[in-house]
């Protein structure tokens, strides 16, 4: 019967033409749900409004360049000091995160499974809704935009540290905890080298990362250059856009 069933036709094997139907399906429904239109995308009256938007981009107003510069120096120092704050507290709570360093310990996993709980939380909101956040506790500006990176940046570095400890060679832990060394000494001398190259790595690309969010959340008042962008994109002033 298998046999049979393999000399058959494509066309004949309702698994396969369910398959079909189903992905043919998705796609119509998607086009329908985000109204795609090749008449909207090519229409005359399209393609003039984007020629003109982009002429005007591609001739930068150089009068406000000094005033560009000033706040893309304060987007990138968001970016610097949102990174500096939150390594070593992500770095903390990563140990108490990962499932291998408190799995001997009642009380050490339920500290794992809330931190973990409270870190999925937190990552999960998108750090233009914590600026948002932020801008209403402490006022709009570059310390909003600066704390809102911040805390997803311990989320979301704490949960790429504590995943790095868990993947961690066991035989200098064993070895370490033979001897009679305590939990801290263990961590340090066993767990800490075998991670610390992959944290750099972490830690860096969290900083890239944040450089590119900073300007996201100035567009909602987290200061730095994205701010001045929304302000001349307000005012349809696409040659000052061009130059920021």
Known sequence: LRDQ?????????????FSIFLILGTFV??????NFSFRSLLSEEGILGAKRIF???????????????????????????????????????????????VKDSPVGIAISLLLRTLFNFSRSVEPVIWAIIFCVWVGIGPFAGMLALMLHSISS???????????VESGPVEAMEATGA??????????????????LSFTIF????????ATIIGLVGG?????????YQGLAQWNEVGTI
């Not at 429904?29 to 985000?34: A, P, R, V």
């Not at 560009?68 to 949102?82: C, G, N, P």
């Not at 570095?157 to 993947?167: M, T």
């Open 223 to 231: 200061g730095g250059v994205g701010t001045l962008l929304m302000q």
């Open 55 to 101: 002429t005007a981009l591609l001739r930068p107003q150089w009068s406000i360049l000094g005033m560009v510069l000033s706040a893309m120096l304060e987007t990138i120092f968001i970016a610097l000091i949102a990174t500096v704050f939150a390594v070593p507290v992500a770095f903390l709570a990563s140990f108490f995160c990962s499932r291998n360093l």
């Open 182 to 199: 305590g939990a801290i000494h263990v961590v340090w001398h066993a767990v800490v080298p075998q991670v610390l190259m992959p944290f």
């Open 29 to 34: 429904l998607g086009f329908n749900i985000t």
């Open 5 to 17: 069933s393999a000399l058959r036709p494509w066309w004949k094997k309702p698994y396969v033409v």
């Open 206 to 213: 969290r900083w890239d990362i944040n450089v590119r969010m």
């Open 157 to 167: 570095l704490a949960k790429q540290y504590a995943e790095q400890i868990e993947c």
